[in-house]
């Protein structure tokens, strides 16, 4: 026999839990950065630009690891995607240019 589902949560409950793990979360950031001032012997940066940091961080440590395309599959690329916008402006223009004659043959 299997046993009942637990009831759901009602709105308030959820509110409550919610901003007892955003208080809990933003106490261990706040104790995170203070231990990592006090290790380092300097101040951390405010916690807005930690963000920024983490960011260009994490980019700068990418920047080895890219792989560039060699020039030669460039140019074909390009041309590729080159050649595909010109088709598709002449289908545009063709379809266009059939949807007008034939607004001029129905409303004259």
Do not use: D, H, Y
Not at 8 to 18: D, F
Not at 30 to 54: D, T
Not at 59 to 85: D, F, H, N, R, Y
């Amino acid at each position: 026999m299997q046993a009942a589902p637990a009831p759901l949560a009602q709105p308030e409950e959820l509110t409550g839990r919610i901003a007892a793990l955003k208080e809990s979360s933003s106490r261990r950031a706040a104790e995170e950065e203070a231990g990592a001032a006090g290790e380092a012997g300097v101040a951390a940066p405010p916690a807005e630009q930690q963000p920024r940091l983490n960011l260009l961080q994490g980019a700068l440590a990418e920047v080895p690891l890219i792989t560039w395309p060699s020039p030669p599959s460039v140019a074909s690329s390009t041309g590729v995607v080159l050649l595909t916008v010109f088709v598709s402006t002449l289908l545009i223009l063709a379809v266009n240019a059939g949807l007008s004659a034939l607004s001029e043959k129905l409303f004259g």
